[in-house]
């Protein structure tokens, strides 16, 4: 069953993220026909709580569409139709409100019976910011400072983008509406550049080896000299790491310690990401570096996707200071309790 | 590309894992070891305890003193054990290696002889393999064993020996036959007696101030018949068949764990931003390594020879032990000069990092080189 969704998503992938799909989309258009494939198939509805797939598999799923460096919000739609439980046919995606507070100057949380019973009580006016393809989308999803959730149609939207030329845009919104939701936001929004991360940085490394391979220079290949192998090498060890810890940050949903287990993810994924964009493109010399080669639409996004939703030092200071909180005599019980 | 399967340890490490902690609750005078490092305390009593309580030789099977239980039974007992910093050096090679190699290639009356004293923590091994000449190019071994009567003459020198001048038996890579066009044909593994007559073992002085290492000098020493291990010539497969065993073990990311450990003790009471980021940077760190360790442990446990794997888990390991001690000492709040006096937690943490840090620069040279693993790493991703 896994398999067979993740063979269907790495199928559609193949077809609609080829070089030209991806260009096109950095140019700001939406990428349509292959939104309406995964719709087609079910999938923009996979991380419903009743959609009878589990939610770990929508996250691998996500590490597929790393893979091909997928031109769509394929996490924050997924996540925004999770949240918003019966989500229509257009695309909602989730953005982040912008300000300190939560709507109406308000910080508590919303419990889900108040939220219920607030209903439409909530009239206020506002802004989102980073919203994925906020210019294409039916409605909007935002997260609070506080992990509230709002949501509202937007009206308004200045185009922007994140360094990989992703859509990032701004989104007016003159009603939000409270959701409810007990879930670590945040965590989940991390885990879901966690595993694209994961995926990207095993298709870079296959990049960098295949060209090493091809790639002839003072009469052999590239990968027939040393420095280059072990410059591969030391990346390859890197992304098995970042792979691994993605596996368990994924396992872990639904666990209480989901969120330190994506911390843990989020920071080494981040770190490896460092490494494997700079090996890579260094053994790919110039030709790496120019627009035609598909390379920077990976790299690129890896170095957008380590900042988003939290960096390496965010996510690092979280779990160091839960570390902290239990003391060094306990280190050693919290690092070897799960495997 | 490179799978590594999540695992999760069985049910019944939980019980295994409690026991060794409560063995070590009780024996806290033994474990304040600055550092935890598998090979620098070489403790014989500790070992015949770890003996009788099954620790030693856990996967073998039973006619031989073995536990018969699992590899993953076998790495909770071993991070236990380290990560409390406990004295695991006289038993360890005997344990991981030599053991599992006599179970693969041995005679019946190797294993006979040998295991039963190794599992009871009495009979400790040393790695045979460095030369003078022959460090990370293994093949260029030039110690000979020249057929005699009833068994084999050895001369030649072995270098960089640990624990040659406490343990009992070194497992030797020998030439049996001349160099040829192939460099790996002509190896042979022998069993030598370290107490045996024409052999002569000279300790060397590591940076560290520590005498671990040896240079063992063999002038006419007889081998018998009976302590060849496998097949005369048949050394280069023996050799490299022990690699998944050495290289992905919890040793070769723990060496520096009780910096970490000292390191929490000084920031935990008000991490600053940076000191709690560097907790839990290594922390990050900690958990990949030791799940890609278990995966290998899983793979060992299917029967299969993850080298390649083993390789990367090793390389990884060794490059963050060294990174460990350094995030801990940009981290710790010692940026003033002349603030503190360097008492209590402070002296614990400078003791054990500078204790690490001395130890360092073998972490990534001992069990093969880094160079050299990235080698068999970039054999595994079809690069050569």
């Excluded at chain 1, 077809?15 to 258009?29: P, S």
């Excluded at chain 1, 992703?166 to 003159?174: C, L």
């Excluded at chain 2, 033994?30 to 070489?42: E, I, Q, Y």
């Excluded at chain 2, 709690?276 to 799940?291: P, Y």
């Amino acid at each position: 069953m896994r398999q067979v969704l993740l063979d269907t998503a790495a199928r559609i992938l193949q077809d609609g993220c080829t070089k030209a799909d991806l260009d096109t989309a950095e140019l700001g258009e939406f990428p349509g026909p292959l939104w309406r494939t995964f719709c087609d198939q079910g999938f923009h509805l996979m991380a419903l709580p009743d959609s009878g797939v589990e939610l770990g598999d929508a996250f691998r799923v996500l590490r597929v569409a790393g893979r091909f460096a997928v031109p769509l919000p394929l996490a924050e739609a997924l996540l925004a139709n999770r949240w918003l439980r019966g989500p229509g046919d257009g695309l909602n995606v989730v953005g982040r409100w912008l300000g300190d507070d939560a709507p109406g100057g308000r910080s508590a949380a919303p419990r889900a019976t108040e939220a219920a019973s607030a209903g439409s009580a909530q009239e206020d006016a506002g802004v989102f910011v980073e919203v994925p393809w906020g210019r294409a989308a039916q409605s909007v999803v935002g997260v609070a400072a506080d992990g509230t959730l709002w949501a509202a149609a937007p009206s308004g939207v200045q185009q922007g983008a994140n360094l990989a030329g992703e859509p990032r845009d701004q989104v007016g919104a003159d009603a939000v509406r409270p959701l409810a939701c007990r879930e670590p936001v945040l965590a989940l929004l991390a885990l879901s550049r966690v595993a694209l991360s994961a995926g990207a940085l095993e298709r870079v490394l296959e990049f960098g080896v295949g060209y090493v391979q091809e790639r002839e220079q003072f009469g052999r290949p590239l990968a027939k000299f040393q420095a280059v192998q072990q410059m591969l090498a030391a990346t390859a060890a890197e992304v098995a790491a970042a792979n691994r810890a993605a596996d368990a940050a994924i396992d872990a949903i639904g666990d209480e310690r989901f969120e330190l287990e994506v911390a843990a993810a989020k920071a080494r994924v981040g770190e490896a990401v460092g490494v494997v964009a700079e090996t890579v493109h260094q053994v790919h010399g110039a030709m790496g570096f120019t627009y035609e080669h598909q390379l920077h639409h990976f790299t690129r996004r890896l170095w957008a996707w380590r900042d988003e939703y939290g960096n390496e030092a965010y996510w690092q200071a979280r779990l160091g200071r839960h570390i902290c909180s239990l003391g060094a005599e306990q280190v050693w019980d919290f690092l070897a309790t799960r495997s | 590309m490179l799978q590594f399967d999540p695992v999760t340890l069985p049910d019944n490490t939980v019980a295994l894992r409690a026991e060794v902690r409560r063995f070590l609750g009780g024996c806290a005078d033994r474990l304040d070891a600055p550092n935890s490092d598998f090979s620098t305390g070489h403790d014989a009593e500790f070992s015949a305890a770890l003996g009788r309580r099954g620790w030693i030789g856990m996967t073998w099977p039973k006619t031989y003193g073995g536990g018969e239980r699992s590899f993953f039974e076998r790495y909770v007992v071993t991070e236990e054990l380290l990560a409390a910093g406990a004295s695991v050096g006289a038993h360890w090679v005997a344990d991981r290696q030599s053991g599992p190699l006599l179970l693969t290639w041995g005679s019946e009356d190797q294993r006979n002889r040998y295991l039963p004293a190794i599992t009871r923590g009495e009979s400790f091994f040393s790695i045979g393999m460095s030369e003078p000449n022959a460090g990370s190019d293994l093949a260029a071994v030039r110690t000979t064993a020249k057929p005699v009567d009833g068994g084999w003459l050895v001369n030649g020198t072995k270098l960089w020996t640990s624990g040659a001048h406490r343990n009992h038996y070194m497992i030797a890579l020998v030439r049996t036959a001349p160099p040829s066009g192939n460099r790996r044909a002509g190896l042979s593994q022998l069993i030598i007696d370290l107490q045996a007559d024409g052999v002569d073992i000279r300790p060397i002085k590591n940076m560290a101030g520590g005498e671990d290492f040896n240079e063992v000098v063999f002038t006419d020493a007889f081998v018998a018949d009976a302590d060849l291990v496998g097949e005369p010539g048949n050394g280069w497969a023996q050799v490299t068949s022990e690699l998944g065993y050495e290289r992905s073990g919890p040793e070769r990311f723990l060496s520096a764990f009780r910096v970490y450990v000292e390191f929490v003790r000084l920031v935990q009471a008000d991490p600053s931003r940076v000191a709690a980021a560097a907790v839990g940077r290594i922390a990050a760190h900690l958990m990949a390594l030791r799940r890609m360790s278990i995966s290998v442990a899983g793979m060992l446990e299917r029967g299969k020879a993850p080298n390649v794997e083993a390789a990367l888990v090793k390389e990884l390991g060794n490059n963050f032990e060294k990174l460990l001690p350094e995030i801990a000492r940009l981290a710790a709040p010692f940026e003033e000069p002349f603030v503190g006096n360097g008492a209590g937690d402070r002296s614990r943490f400078r003791q054990t990092y500078a204790d690490t840090l001395l130890l360092s620069p073998s972490f990534t040279l001992r069990g093969g080189a880094r160079e050299i693993l990235r080698g068999v790493i970039a054999r595994g991703l079809g690069l050569r």
